[in-house]
């Protein structure tokens, strides 16, 4: 299962972009959430160069986690890392072989009905929110921004005013939308609303596994018309119904899929698992040893290659189409 030097020699030269990350390992895997060297750092440059992502978009699911990892930085616990904030702080770190975070929530924190605290959430480094998780993760009376996926959701219902307010308010501060595990409605509601790329970092394609988590054709179309990034996931129950695990294959079916609809400019991958996967005893989560792997991209990699991908497409997947997109949205 080792990856080619043809893969290594790749990723040597290209940005890799994770669109939905952690870079943590699965319980039970380790003592630490990360591995330390032995002057006692957690070294961001061992996980980069064991997976060859370059920035990771980081799941950050309270404020106080954000300030932690930050202050990490800044007190020198973590190393080879750096905080993206600004488009420069992307081309500074891959120029000086640091892992950039970019700091993403998927569930809005309190906003106490009103758009004030996401310019406090800007200010302190986060550059991209989804507009809604779904019903599986409560949302506080009067912060409701649309309506998700998750089975029991709501699926006639988008896009609420307030909703409405803070992708607006994203718009011009500089923070990415995302809309991953929006329901159809809030979706389509969410482009119509933007003035900027919109994108959904880690998803499926419905036209191929029809769950609700995945997105439409149209859904795709209507991303991509935004100039925005449709993001592939490895995650079992979105690749496929089968009664266990999911293949390399049904990645790329998916993969190939999203590019038919939405162009080769438009589409990104994004692991939204653990660095070294999941057990296999999650029938939900868990895909082939390649793609549950710390080095599933470059797996991903070969397999594109052996199936005829030329290199400039698996340029703009691994990383170049998101950083167009972070180009357009973030300040210089």
Known sequence: MAQSEAAKSFFEKQILIDGTCFPHLRP?????????DENGKFDMGEYRQKSAVDLAVWDIRHHAEMMK???????????????????????????????????YTQHPWPLNGGIQPIQDWHRDGLRMLQVVYGGTL?????????????????????????????VAECNR?????????????????????????????????????????NKSDDEIRAIAKTGGVF?????KFM???????????????HLDHAIQIAGIDHVGIASDIPRNGVEASERDAYTCPELNSEQRWLHLYDALKARGRSEEDMAKIFGRNFLRVFKAILKP
């Open 138 to 166: 409560a949302v506080p009376e009067g912060d409701a921004l649309g309506t998700g996926s998750s089975n029991g959701d709501d699926e006639a219902s988008g896009l609420t005013k307030l909703g409405g307010e803070v």
């Open 231 to 235: 993001g592939i996931t490895p995650v």
């Open 69 to 103: 990892m930050k202050r990490g930085i800044e007190l020198g616990h973590f190393i080879h890392a750096k905080v993206i904030l600004t488009f420069g702080d992307i081309e500074s770190a891959y120029r000086s072989e640091q892992q950039g975070w970019l700091f």
């Open 239 to 253: 690749l496929s119904d089968a009664p266990e695990g999911a293949t390399m294959d049904d990645f790329i079916r």
């Open 173 to 213: 501060l500089g923070i990415i939308v995302d809309v991953s595990h929006c329901n159809r409605q809030t979706t389509l509601d969410v482009v119509q609303a933007t003035k900027a790329p919109v994108v959904a970092t880690h998803a499926g394609c419905e036209a191929i596994t029809a769950v609700r988590r």
């Open 28 to 36: 039970g895997s380790s003592l630490q959430r990360f591995v330390r």
